[in-house]
């Protein structure tokens, strides 16, 4: 069966750090990969989402990044966080229509 | 601009009794419709979908219903659990990606 896996569960980090969050995905080859993010009270916000390695689609400008080094591996980066970027970060892979979540990270900027 | 709405953001149902859900979307050519459930500081988890070819699709005490002249969408449980108490989030699929609503926080009282 498949399995998604996220890292950090929480992460606290002071505004102008970097940020590295990872995704892998088990069982499963190919997937389409999806970076959401829910910010308090709020609902999703997709992010980035990849078909493929190398290949990334960004849904809203901003200073976050994300890179898909392997087939089952999604990154989310920053170089410098925002106080705007606290929230809750969910990572997805589909292979049709329905998409799996992950465990989710607790990012707080302070 | 929103595509997807759940103009509810709670529902208070007792245990025992029908829950539902209700989510509008402004656009007549998504064609695939999901509903998920999130518990707190965890991944949302699919639960039901339906394409536009059905009117309704049921599993379990979970029915998902689909006017499509309305473009409004509901998810009824019953009965009614306390572990059914969660945010309930409505998503519409096009373009191998998932628009969400706002959610619904559901609250079933013992």
């Known amino acids: 069966s498949q399995t998604i896996h996220q890292w950090p569960a929480t992460l606290v980090q002071p505004v102008g750090s970097p940020l590295s969050l990872e995704c892998t995905v088990e069982?499963?080859?190919?997937?389409?990969l999806y970076w959401y993010r829910q910010a308090a009270g709020r609902g999703l916000q997709l992010l980035f989402y990849?078909?493929?390695?190398?290949?990334i689609s960004s849904e809203v400008p901003q200073n976050l990044s994300a890179s898909r080094p392997q087939d089952r591996q999604f990154i989310l980066s920053s170089k410098k966080l925002l106080l705007s970027d606290s929230g809750f970060y969910l990572c997805?892979?589909?292979?049709?229509?329905?998409?799996?979540f992950g465990p989710g990270t607790r990012l707080t900027v302070t | 601009d929103q595509q997807v709405k759940q103009n509810s953001p709670s529902l208070s149902v007792q245990e025992g009794r029908i829950s539902i859900l209700n989510c509008d979307y402004t656009?007549?050519?998504?064609?695939?419709f999901l509903w998920y459930k999130k518990y707190p500081a965890e991944g949302p988890t699919f639960l039901i979908s339906?394409?536009?070819?059905?009117d309704k699709n049921e599993d379990g005490r979970f029915t998902v219903f689909l006017n499509k002249s309305a473009k409004h969408l509901s998810l009824h449980i019953v009965p009614s659990q306390p572990g059914d108490s969660a945010v309930y989030f409505c998503?519409?699929?096009?373009?191998?990606?998932?628009?969400f609503g706002q959610g619904t926080r559901l609250t079933i009282n013992p």
């Open positions: 656009n007549s050519m998504f064609d695939y």
């Open positions: 339906i394409s536009s070819i059905k």
């Open positions: 998503a519409v699929e096009g373009a191998q990606k998932l628009v």
């Open positions: 997805a892979w589909s292979k049709g229509a329905e998409q799996y």
């Open positions: 990849s078909v493929g390695i190398g290949q």
């Open positions: 069982g499963t080859s190919n997937p389409n």
